[in-house]
C-alpha cells in the first residue's frame, strides 16, 4: 500500500510532463530617457519613454539583458512562468522525496563510531 508521500510523489512525478518549454530569468517593463535635452524625457517631471520590455538573466555570473519585442515578451513570460512551476515542482517532490526516505534511512543503523587505539609506549615509534 503506498503511504500519502508516495502517492505525492507519483502525483508531481506526472505533473513535469505537462510543463512546456522555459527559461529562466525576469521580463522586466522599462521607461527611458534619451540623450536629446529639448525632449519630453528631460522635462520636469520627466514622461519618459516607453515601455520597453527587457529579459534579464545571469551567464556564467554576469547579468545580461535582451530587450524583446510584443511577441517575444509574451512568450517569455510565458516560458518563465512554466520555469517558475518547474521550480515548485521539483521542491515539493524534494520534501516529499526526504519524508519518504527519513524512516528507511534510519532504519539502515548508525554508523559504528572507529575504534580507538589503546597508546602504549611499547608500540610508539623511538623518539630521535
Request: with cysteine; charged share 30%.
Amino acid at each position: 500500500m503506498a503511504t500519502r508521500d508516495e502517492n505525492r510523489f507519483s502525483t508531481l512525478k506526472e505533473s513535469l510532463a505537462s510543463i512546456g518549454p522555459f527559461r529562466r530569468g525576469t521580463v522586466l517593463r522599462r521607461f527611458m530617457s534619451c540623450g536629446n535635452t529639448a525632449c519630453r524625457c528631460q522635462a520636469d517631471p520627466p514622461k519618459l519613454h516607453g515601455p520597453y520590455y527587457e529579459w534579464t538573466r545571469k551567464v556564467r555570473g554576469k547579468t545580461v539583458s535582451i530587450r524583446l519585442t510584443p511577441n517575444q515578451t509574451r512568450l517569455m513570460k510565458q516560458w518563465i512562468a512554466n520555469s517558475r512551476r518547474l521550480d515548485r515542482i521539483v521542491a515539493a517532490l524534494d520534501r516529499a522525496s526526504y519524508r519518504m526516505t527519513e524512516p528507511l534511512f534510519k532504519a539502515a543503523g548508525k554508523p559504528s563510531k572507529p575504534r580507538r587505539r589503546a597508546h602504549s609506549s611499547q608500540n610508539s615509534p623511538p623518539e630521535g
